[in-house]
């Protein structure tokens, strides 16, 4: 046992300990918190692994953005202090069985199948080759799913303006007249 | 960092997807609700990450699922959330239990 | 030449030599965090002194001057009194968050450290995502002022966290423009790099116009993300009294106080990487003697120079213009540093250069006064007690003249008492028989109460005989009040002969 | 069944769980002194102002009724404590003309010269401040730079700084230092150089425009007048400072003054607007009732109206025009 592995099963227990924090607290905020140490921690574990491209694009979509993004949701929507209501003990025990059963189940999978072929060639890839495949038209190119993507953001961003946006006088007046 | 085995990397996206859907199935909180799905899709992030790697490190193909999916899931977040938002407008609640007048 | 390329492989070495791999990682971590972290405290030490000389000589003062030379350890008796003071936590507070939050936003600083080249061959982390790492990690300090806000449960705090969130993640995105503007011109995000691609000259030279309007969308950007006025919308102390930190007192409050002079520097140190070649020399062209000069100034001065260099800038900004209201913020990041309003574009630019050219003039004015020190006005009150030339009319209290032979004037006719509109002066009169045995009235005592004296003048007009007068005295602090009520006539004095 | 109308009736006034009832003040920096404000936002955004007074009332007005016509002059240097001076004038302007008494001119040219440089130096204080509440330090000091140059003629000259209590009824307490003249030109000319200084940090700077062209109804234009009232004041200085006429400082009056039975009113304007100071008179030496007519009242009146719809930084740029005064404002 080196460094590295300890510092994975450090990264591992952050990972699981903030996620089961973040979906049992009762105080809304601090679930926020726990998942953002969660999503930090994936981070981590990606510069663990030497991908520091995924694991920076992860920081800043995920912690700069999607959890931001929730607790500003959170200051709009909740007031400080204000607990969560603590769900059924029978909808806990059922839950918790479910997902330990599929835990179970899915490892057991993992294990029989065994994954023994693992090659020994590094993996180290540059920004560099990331950005020429993704944009490449050749066989192995991204292109299309790249530029579809963007389609999806910017139908995103509209939708989310037009769900968002206060009604003006204007749309009430037009409305009321429907209705009549 | 080879001495770690592939396996238990696994292991903890597993554990994460099942923890992610615990929170789905127990929440009634719609903010709570999509924090459990962004645990669960970070845990197949880490599932295409780390197949790439162990097993095929000449490939790029799973860096760019997780791209993809990392995109997808921002665009999704941001909807959800004005979602959530124009409904607790409407109804000065998100408790999805409280959203009942598409049941029929 | 000093230089500290040869302290960082000669510790490896050593370490290499005395320990296995492991251990000597480890040694080195704790090394650099020990570094990080006297950094950090002399950082904060520095820079908020600088800050408040900055201030003070662009505001026409002399800025602390008390403790040390030149006020040199104020900071260090500030942070000595932040250190000692008791850290208050909100009763209804959400006490964990509150707690974590100050650390949240330091461990940021702390990370943002890593990929930076102090010198040459001196950083810790030589990452080959280094732009990106940098522009990752630091939108993370976001969530510690969103905790914070949250978790003081202070509705100030609350507005302040938002304004925050809103401004830090929407100018992340002209900081990045900018920075990828010399990515763009180096092809590669390294920091090293970045700075070896500027050897023949720094990308501020080099880029052409591409990088000097990089640079002042940097600039005015990282301002934003700093929340340094002018959008300290966050802390808007005229607003929102203190914003995201109002709750916060004590070892906590010093927390957040260092982390933004941390990020400040850190945003300069990254600024004066990306467009003034970081620890590279000032290099021109084929001037071999010049640069053979330039070459013998130690990595390391360069670039605190240049860093020092854009810190004073942005201070200089926090210290002449007014702060932004929160709905124009958001318009300048979307309307004109992202230039999405392409389409009106003469208006674009006869907008951008009146608003440039009013906030220059404004610029040239404060910093005539910084390198004017003439200027400053300020009186050194205690130190200039004895030249301390006062009115002579000054009205500070009332006194009682007495000449040599212990003689005043006062004839005890009480004009002065019932001038006097808030009962501050008292006659006490008595009678005295003169050598003649004719009786005559006399003052016994005229007291003054100068603790309720409005100093309006009224008993020394109402006198007749000229017997009192406002004298140019003033500190009249005691310790007890029974101090302020005199009586103005000296024992055993006498009106003076002829006085009726 | 669902009425989507019903629905967006109701969202677009957000009940009180969109609301955020803020307490500005009596402990906040933007509202220099102990004035309350409860401010009712929407996000950012103010739907109500509602001022509450009372945390300084001293009863200047009760208190003026037990001291005789000399003595209550100098209560009302500490109501707006800015424009001590003009609050002054206005009571002696009350006895005198409720006394027919004769002021020589030579107290008249030295009243109006006072009143002016007190009025240069309340708009000082003003800018300073006012740009304090848009975040900008630095042209505080420089408006303080030469209000302390008014500040030094008004101790050389009344002895005092900021209350002077130096105007008397039919005159002036004493005569004028033998320096006023000379010293009062140095300012003009002080001042002259550095309006520019003012208007390169704060009026012409794009900032400090943005922040306050449209604001409230009113302070668009306040904002100007302020600037050419400080200017004119200095001209009117000009004009009499060479012509102060030899002579007596102070007429003749008698020793006790008594108002004769009636009601009286007088008005002088002063920094912040009309001061008003209205007597009942039982023909005793002291007033029967008082009322002051203070400037900051009634402009505070106006906040409401005119910060409704806009943002908090608004509000205290709103305020800022306003120049509020608090002691003028609980008196």
New interface residues.
Partial sequence: ?????II?YAI?AL??GA??L???TL???????W??F???G?AA??F???????A??????????????????????QQ??KE??K?ATS??I???L???F??GF??NL??HY??N???????N???D??GM??LSTTS?G?IL?FEV?SM??LA??V???V??M??T?A??VH??KK?D | MNEVPLTHILFVSTALFFIGMYGLFTRRNLITMLMSIELMLNSVNINFVAFNKYLFPDKLDGLFFSLFIITIAAAEAAVAIAIIINLYRSHQSIDVDDATEMKF | MFSLEGITTNVQDWLLMKFNPTMALAIECVIVILLSISLFAILGLVLVLMERKVAAHIQIRLGPNRVGPGGMFQTVADTLKLIMKEGLTPDKADKFLFNLAPFVVMMVGMLLLAPIAFAKNFQIWDINIGVLYISSVSSLSVIGILMAGWASNNKYSLLGAMRSGAQIVSYELSAGFAVLTIVVLTGSLQISEIINAQQNGWWIFKGHIPAVIAFVLYIIAVTAETNRAPFDLAEAESELTAGFHTEYSGMRFALFFLAEYINIFIVCAIGATLFFGGWMPLHIGNWEAFNHIMDYIPSSVWFMGKTFFLIFLIMWFRWTFPRLRVDQLLNLEWKYLLPIRNMFLKEYITDVLTGVTSLLKGMRKTGYYFTHSKEIITEQYPDNRATLLMSDRFKGEVVMPHDANNEHTCTGCTACELACPNGTIKVVTKFETSPEGKKKKAIDALVYRLELCTMCNLCIVACPSDAIKMAPNFEHSVFDRTKLTKVLNQPGSKIREGIE | MYNQTEIIKDTSELGADGELVINMGPQHPATHGVLHLVVTLNGETIKKIEPHLGYIHRSIEKMCESLTYRQFIYVTSRMDYLSSHINNLGCALLVEKGMQIEVPDRAKYVRVILSELTRIASHELWLGAMAMDLGAFTPFFYAFREREMITDIMEDTCGARLTMNYIVPGGLMYDIHPDFQKKVKAFITQFKSKVTEYEDLVTNNVIFQSRTKGVGILSAEDAISYGKEMNQSIRIIEQLIDNIPEGDFVGKTKNVLKLPKGEFYTRVETARGEFGVYVVSEGGTTPHRIKFRSPGFSNLSVLNHISVGSKIGDLMASMGTLDLVIPDIDR
């Avoid at chain 1, 105080?27 to 918190?33: D, H, P, V």
């Avoid at chain 1, 072929?117 to 993996?123: E, H």
């Fill in positions: 046992m080196n460094t590295s592995t994975f591992a990972i699981l996620a089961i973040a979906v049992t105080k809304i905020f601090r679930s926020a918190i998942l953002l969660s999503l930090v994936i574990l990606y663990w692994m030497q991908v520091e491209f995924i920076a694009i992860q920081i800043v979509v995920y912690v700069g953005g999607i959890v931001v993004l929730i607790i500003f949701s959170i200051f709009l929507t400080s202090g969560m209501a769900p909808k806990m059922f839950s918790a479910a997902a330990l599929g835990t899915t490892f993992i294990n065994g994954f072929n693992i090659s020994a060639a590094p993996f890839p540059s920004v080759e990331i495949q993704m192995h991204f799913p993507v999806l953001l995103a961003m939708g989310c303006i769900i968002a206060k009604p006088e749309t009430i409305l009321n209705e």
